[in-house]
């Protein structure tokens, strides 16, 4: 039986578009050495990653940079590689076999300046997403470590613009009074790309069934993460995510969840990222940070456990991507750009 179930859940993956919504790579403008690391995304069955571009505490500048980094990689490696500039070029990259590659925006602190035509520029490079605050409060509205300020005027400026160029809003790593006001002044789906829920593991980056019902409100998605001190206790990364899963899905429905592993594939980075900006973690969560990630593989094993827990085919083809898509279609066909 377990055998039938791995072969039944990598044809499912082959068949199905495949979406991790969050993954991160090196923030190290133009040393593309760790790129070929995506090759364990994609043989892990994934056709669409989002990467990770800057944070909070990283400059406009270094945003752009890291972009110019990817683009120029992936473009020279066009046989394998997709850049996702639009909607349509996800289906484009999966019909020709390539692994399609977009970007995000954690946090809008590179906009503290008032800069707004940045969005356009980030969105037009393959910037799907962006959200509120990384942590710690910005001029936009409140992280989920600091006393929280809600969404400010500027932040509700900068919501008006990403629905403009048809950029879409998360609120992972928000405070939660601030995720909740974005959600009321909501006119699109939002998303939280890589938050899981405090009902199955309680950590101030996780978020309660309030906002998870409010999320699912606006047809919006929330992404599981495979971040360990996120998870919880365990060794079982399958196990873990399969938990959040199936408590998101009893609690909203199948079509309101979706993966984003935030998979870090240099775990040294990660240690000295943590100790050069500890103020943006906090001292006990940095302290306490255990660097175990969800790996690109262990999706087989969530997906055979799934099967295996009655979930349908089709049920399993909204999680594993067509819900990141429907999201990613709907807001771009709303935008005012033409």
Known sequence: MARDLTIRASQLLDESLVWDNHS????????????????????????????????????PDSHFAMLDSFHSWLSARSDEYSLVLDVEDIAAAKNSDKLAVAFDV????????????????????????????????????????????????????????????????????????????????????????????????EHVRNIPDSLIRACAGTEGVVGINGVGDFLGDGEDYAEMLVRHIDYVVSLVGPEHVGIALDYV???QEVYDFIEKAKSSFGEEMASQFSARFAPPRTLLPVTAKLLEMGYSTADLRQILGENWLRVAKTVSERSGVP
Request: aromatic share 4%.
């Open 24 to 59: 991160c790579m090196p923030l190290r403008p133009h040393d593309a050495t760790f790129l070929p690391q995506l090759e364990e995304v994609r043989s892990a069955g994934v056709d669409v990653v989002t990467l990770n571009v800057g944070m909070d505490m990283t400059s």
């Open 106 to 201: 954690e946090g809008m602190g590179l906009l503290d300046d008032g800069d707004l035509s940045r969005i356009e520029a980030l969105r037009s490079r393959g910037v799907l997403w962006m959200l509120i605050a990384y942590n710690r409060n910005n001029r936009a509205g409140g992280g989920c470590l600091d006393e929280d300020i809600g969404l400010t005027k500027h932040g509700q400026c900068i919501l008006k613009e990403m629905r403009r160029v048809g950029m879409i809003v998360c609120c992972s790593h928000s405070g939660h009074e601030t995720a909740a006001q974005v959600i009321a002044e909501a006119d699109n789906p939002i998303i939280f790309s890589h938050s899981n829920p405090n009902g199955v593991h």
């Open 265 to 267: 594939f240099d775990k």
